[in-house]
């Protein structure tokens, strides 16, 4: 490792410049001052360094020394990672806290993982065994749930000569190859590369979020990426919250980049406590916790979604489904511009660098569906659900856009249903997904081949609800047809009972897709056999008034078992009271 | 530190509320200078930037008299600090910390940084405990819990003084111990470019209502430097958290107004001619508000806790104007303040379609106010909104051709703005205000009700009056 001195000649907010620098690298770390702030070499000229510093400046002085190792920013990579918490550059905040107490202080480094808790390594392969890049050497059980694969880091290759069994700390190395080389649980990667992989594969399976909006309506497959816009109190962070608790994923990496600091103490507090859906264990146990908030700071919010993303893909290797959950993107921009503005570069569009598009697309591209390195063979995703914070909730501005461009599902929430508390606020009339299409064999082969067509009707229906409201205060609703006022009818119950879906419900919070289909089928059959009732011409009154209706009210609060015969035997009521 | 401190001769450039020092050794970012003017006079200043031995300082009270000639800069290698006491309860500062009431200056018993240190996230702990407002439309619907920190969204000539007042007065805390040592509830009042009227408003409240024993506050009035309002809501928190956080009170801080402070640093953002984003204010605005706003909160093992309620008013009545946009992406919801309910004469004149409170799950329901008061407070947001929109009906098609369903919301609309939200002087207890939600909620049939639970509706919906 090389050493390159040199000394600060100009501190502006986060940005620091030190002359000396000859030989240091674009992208590579530096200690900063007497204190020793981390710091990451984002411009070189002649032998100035300019450093975006990931801690707090104040209190820096001119000619104090700067420390560069030439080693890039790295995340550190292991058993220990999941129910942890770290910060934008991956320090462990219990850590922090144990050094520091309440408040961070500056300059304090702290490993990642611990390095001193033994680990239970169970080889895979043995003696004599070629290895490459990817390949599983052991497993450890990290959480109660996760078996934490152990890989052989990218770029190495060769003979097993010795491989142990037993506890060891992360730093012990489990597998001798020859030419002396060793492997141990932890590897480290440079945050801002994406992780090697053998090909990308089509989303075609449905990321199960349990939300009815989503899953039915607007649907985003695994492996892919929805982006979550809306002004303040539309509920990003409980969309992001929710998707984090209920949706069917291996691993959630959650980042909370640049936001509120009482919400990441309501993950912390509720995680533990709160049991996956799926399998029953602490949600805990699956989840890795990003956090940044708004006022640590500028320059670890902007690393963080790069220490997330890497944690996320470093899973991924493992072959398993992570979902990453970025709250908010725009922070992260943010945090972008505020660097870019103090490196004086030219602005373009609201100030933000002509580059936002761009790192903004490379950071969301690293999402996807691949195949593993290594063997045995595998697959992983990682799905990006990313919350955007546009100012005044216009979403015609620059991050916004720039997350469009490459984004497959856009779920915008709406100010005028957050303030009639109409949550999930996501506006049905500008939401859509891409990945529709790709998913219909997967909803014919898991839910039903009717859904497709039912989805298709609701939104139909949606649609002309809209229409004819306008109408209706042109003209008054009385001078609508009746077919027309049990369209608005039912345009009205789709809303209030499948769209709306209650997150503080125990029953409701999460709804499985098939309970989804089936509430679907019962409100539209309540349509359909209406209609055709008043063609035979029943009264208006006598469709809404009957008892089937006010029932579909209470189907999000019934209980998932028993559901399905429920409904056949609501169908059957229907066409039994109409039909004869 | 530094022993020695060091002085300079070299101001080589004034331009605005800055001065440019050159040939500066050692200086640090953040750290406090005077400023020596050939009268003698000394002017308080901070480094805000430093260039290849040139210092960038912003200067307190103002550049006026200083001149590169004869004025001279001392560094003094602190960072900007205040002195704390318990001794400062009850008494009054200026916008940087000097006394103003006539008093002695106080002896501090710990010197803090003004900026404070962000709170580690895993050393939070979770607002969980309900605070009665008294006022109906924050207790029953937009819940205000302790740790929070919740602003007023005002417009210029609406209350929001006389409602921050009240808030105050009434403002009580289950758990809070009185006025005696830990859990004792005290104030921090912060007030930036604030007119002589209001601060004298503010001051004969706290004396009418008793509170201003347990009361500290920072006053920068219109008139005084706008670069000083830059540190008083720093000031104000410090002495918040000392309060909170090494003495165990229960601090309620108010700043107003939150729009002065903004127009400061935006004035020193153009000053340091750094790029301008929305309406001018700098781009790291999100940032600089997050530091103020998320030292409210509570701390895992302290008694005290610190709530905020900022006020801020709106230019124009616009809730997309930055100010209110970016505070309101970092605060915990918001209380809006409405122009034409004021001129409707309901009081207070709160708009709650697009009030919030985040975190009021977590400080409802049995065993903190009643088992009900989620369901009913959604049930009176849906029938809200919907009477709402029959209002906006009868512009276009008249009354009459409303059907008799929307009539009836046409009417809960009404009523509820007359006896839920308007409450002239009142201190209501939540379940009083609950009840006159239920009465209200009453006057619809009960085929409509979406968000409430069956068995609530059976225990208390009573024929509408």
Known sequence: MYEIKGKICEISGSTVIAKGMVGAGMHTTALVGNDGLLGEVIRIHGDRATMQVYEDTTGLGLDEEVISFGKPLMAELGPGLLSGIFDGIQRPLEALKAASGNFISRGIKRRALDSSKKWDFVPKLKKGDTVSSGDIIGEVQETERIVHRIMVPPGITGTIEEIKEGSYTIDEPVTLLDGGRSISMCQEWPVRRPRPVNGRLNPDTLFVTGQRVFDTLFPVAVGGMAIVPGGFGTGKTVVEQSLAKFSKADIIVYIGCGERGNEMTEVLTDFPKLLDPFTGQPLICRTALVVNTSNMPVAAREASIFTGITIAEYYRDMGYGVALMVDSISRWAEALREISSRLEEMPSEEGYPSYLGARLAAFYERGGRFTCQGSPERTGSVTIISAVSPPAGDLSEPVTQASLRVSGALWALNTDLAYRRHFPAVDWNISFSLYYEGLKGWFAREVSEELPSLKNEAVAVLQKEGELKEIAQLVGIEALQDSDRLTLETGGILREVFLRQNVFSATDAFCPIDKQFRMLKCILSFYTVGLNALKDGLSLDSVLSCPEKASLFRMSEMPVEGFSEWALGYIESLKKRFCL | ?465
């Open chain 2, 1 to 465: 530190m530094k022993l020695v401190t060091s002085e300079y001769r070299t101001i080589s450039r004034i331009s605005g509320p800055l001065l440019f020092l050159e040939r500066v050794r050692g200086g640090r970012v953040g750290e406090m200078a005077d400023v020596r003017l050939r009268s003698g006079e000394i002017k308080k200043g901070q480094v805000l930037q430093l260039m290849e031995g040139t210092a960038v300082i912003q200067v307190l009270e103002g550049t006026a008299g200083i001149d590169a000639e004869d004025s001279s800069v001392y560094l003094s290698g602190e960072v900007a600090k205040t002195g704390l006491s318990m001794d400062m309860l009850g008494r009054t500062f200026n916008g940087i910390g000097e006394p103003i009431d006539g008093l002695p200056p106080v002896i501090p018993e710990m010197r803090l940084d003004i900026n404070g240190l962000p709170i580690n996230p895993v050393a939070r702990e979770k607002p969980s405990h309900f605070i009665q407002t008294g006022i109906s439309a924050i207790d029953g619907l937009n819940t205000l819990v302790r740790g929070q920190k919740l602003p007023i969204f005002s417009g210029s000539g609406l209350p929001a003084n006389e409602l921050a007042l009240q808030i105050l007065t009434q403002a009580q805390a289950p758990g809070s111990t009185g006025d005696e040592g830990e859990g004792r509830f005290s104030i921090v009042f912060g007030a930036m470019g604030i007119t002589a009227r209001e601060a004298m408003f503010f001051r004969k409240g706290f004396e009418e209502s008793g509170a201003i024993g347990r009361t500290t506050t920072f006053i920068n009035l219109a008139d005084d430097p706008t670069i000083e309002r830059l540190f008083t809501p720093r000031i104000s928190l410090t002495m918040a958290e000392y309060l909170a956080f090494e003495k165990g009170h229960h601090v309620l801080v108010i700043l107003t107004d939150m729009t002065n402070y903004a127009d400061a640093l935006r004035e020193i953002g153009s000053a340091r001619e750094e790029i301008p984003g929305r309406r001018g204010y700098p781009g790291y605005m999100y940032t600089d508000l997050a530091t103020i706003y998320e030292r409210a909160g509570r701390i895992k093992g302290k008694k005290g806790s610190i709530t905020l309620i900022p006020i801020l008013t709106m230019p124009e009545d616009d809730i997309t104007h930055p100010v209110p946009d970016l505070s309101g992406y970092i605060t915990e919801g918001q209380v809006v303040l409405n122009r034409q309910m004021h001129r409707k004469g309901i009081y207070p004149p709160i708009d709650v379609l697009p009030c919030l409170s985040r975190l009021m799950n977590l400080g409802i329901g049995s065993g903190k106010t009643r088992e009900d008061h989620r369901g009913v407070a959604d049930q009176l947001y849906a029938f809200y909104a919907r009477g709402r929109d029959a209002r906006k009906l009868i512009a276009i098609i008249g009354e009459e051709g409303l059907s008799g369903l929307d009539k009836k919301y046409l009417r809960f609309a009404d009523e509820f703005e007359k006896r839920f939200v308007s409450q002239e002087g009142e201190d209501r207890s939540i379940s009083r205000t609950l009840d006159i939600g239920w009465k209200l909620l009453s006057m619809i049939p009960k085929t409509e009700f979406t968000r409430i639970k069956e068995e609530f509706i059976t225990g208390h919906y009573s024929r509408g009056d």
